[in-house]
T-cell receptor, first 113, second 116 residues
């Protein structure tokens, strides 16, 4: 069964600190893995997309890693800001065209001052 | 990135009434539109896939007669929740079909539906 598991479910950190979110998946065939940021009451916004051959990809203070062998990914947030408070969703695609997206439940991050 | 406009952003309706949600792809032609539903603290769940000019494909457990999807043009798809019940209260999100291989998916802003 295709599944995407994220941990932790929620996380509270102080402004300026770093944090790492985890994503494990059992999706086959694997095409790509995406990280999205979803603010409360809004649609998800793409942060990164990585294919099988990519190990790391950065987008500003966000750095995603992918280990296709162990089927694990992480999203590292550096120097967190209050605006980083959101849900971070790991999504795995089973097709190149993205017609079969499997969503994780997300990690809710709260950044406090 | 692609611009997706979803309207309304929130709606409250009475039980038994119908609600129409619009999703517009503003800067590319979406031959496919994905409709998702998200309950609190849950992941997005694909409800149906609509293709321009043809009937939508519904996921298992989603009633096609309750959730009417129309994809009449390459820039507009609509989801109508018919005879809404309180259990239909959820966050509905559209996403136009990707326009290339391994490209990121773009999502609408979402519609918060509350049925009272």
């Amino acid at each position: 069964k295709n599944q995407v598991e994220q941990s932790p479910q929620s996380l509270i950190i102080l402004e300026g600190k770093n944090c790492t979110l985890q994503c494990n998946y059992t999706v086959s065939p694997f095409s790509n893995l995406r990280w999205y940021k979803q603010d409360t009451g809004r649609g998800p916004v793409s942060l990164t997309i990585m294919t099988f051959s990519e190990n790391t990809k950065s987008n500003g203070r966000y750095t995603a890693t992918l280990d296709a062998d162990t089927k694990q990914s992480s999203l590292h947030i550096t120097a967190s800001q209050l605006s980083d408070s959101a849900s971070y969703i790991c999504v795995v695609s089973a097709t190149e065209a993205g017609t079969a997206l499997i969503f994780g439940k997300g990690t809710t991050l709260s950044v406090s001052s | 990135g692609a611009v997706v406009s979803q309207h309304p952003s929130w709606v409250i309706c009475k039980s038994g009434t119908s609600v129409k949600i619009e999703c517009r792809s503003l800067d590319f032609q979406a031959t496919t539109m994905f409709w998702y539903r998200q309950f609190p603290k849950q992941s997005l769940m694909l409800m149906a896939t609509s293709n321009e000019g043809s009937k939508a494909t519904y996921e298992q457990g989603v009633e096609k007669d309750k959730f009417l999807i129309n994809h009449a043009s390459l820039t507009l798809s609509t989801l109508t929740v018919t005879s809404a019940h309180p259990e239909d209260s959820s966050f509905y999100i559209c996403s136009p079909g990707p326009d290339g291989m391994n490209t990121e998916a773009f999502f609408g802003q979402g519609t918060r539906l509350t049925v009272v």
